[in-house]
T-cell receptor
């Protein structure tokens, strides 16, 4: 089974702190994603990466950055945390979709609930 | 831009009954995929069912089936013989065909199951 592991389930940080959220997947997936989940807003894509050292902005990249130095690891960085970044953060991975094979379905981690005070 | 709409924020179903969750999407693409994901309380999100747009036949997975109406851009999920473990948040999602395309999610619907 695919396993996507997020390093912290719950974090409490102060405004202005630098925050690192780590995600590791063990199935050699090319694609990795960071989503933010808020009540009434669903999942919104922050950043994604389809290869090592590659990154693409999602729908709400402001205030975030990412790092992908190794294929299995994708980190989300909040350079200076703010209270409006209090949220559930979901990491996901997927195989690189091809014409005949997989549909690019996502495999999710358990989520990291971040509270910024 | 593609959008996915789940207009009902909450639904409730009696155990053993059938419930249908609605989803509509907007796209100009002809090659795309649709998904339903389930997120149980405090647990990770998992894929329930997927549908390729080029397939005429509606996908089924045990008690879960979809009603895919391509012309109407509708993709509803039917859960038969509902069980207590079906209580969760359900998200509809869309991905256009091709590499490096991302999933777009609806806002989700919270399903409760009454014993």
């Amino acid at each position: 089974d695919v396993k996507v592991t997020q390093s912290s389930r719950y974090l409490v940080k102060r405004t202005g702190e630098k925050v690192f959220l780590e995600c590791v997947q063990d199935m050699d997936h090319e694609n990795m994603f960071w989503y933010r989940q808020d009540p009434g807003l669903g999942l919104r894509l922050i950043y994604f990466s389809y290869d090592v050292k590659m990154k693409e902005k999602g729908d709400i990249p402001e205030g975030y950055s990412v790092s992908r130095e190794k294929k299995e690891r994708f980190s989300l960085i909040l350079e200076s945390a703010s209270t409006n970044q209090t949220s559930m953060y979901l990491c996901a991975s997927s195989l690189y979709p091809t014409a005949s094979s997989n549909t690019g379905e996502l495999f999710f981690g358990e989520g990291s609930r971040l509270t910024v005070l | 831009a593609q959008t996915v709409t789940q207009s009902q924020p909450e639904m409730s179903v009696q155990e053993a009954e059938t419930v249908t969750l609605s989803c509509t999407y907007d796209t100009s693409e002809s090659d795309y995929y649709l998904f339903w994901y389930k997120q149980p309380p405090s647990r990770q999100m998992i894929l329930v069912i997927r549908q390729e747009a080029y397939k005429q036949q509606n996908a089924t997975e045990n008690r879960f089936s979809v009603n895919f109406q391509k012309a109407a851009k509708s993709f509803s999920l039917k859960i038969s013989d509902s069980q207590l473990g079906d209580a969760a948040m359900y998200f509809c999602a869309y991905r256009r065909g091709g590499a490096n395309s991302k999933l777009t999610f609806g806002k989700g619907i919270t399903l409760s199951v009454r014993p």
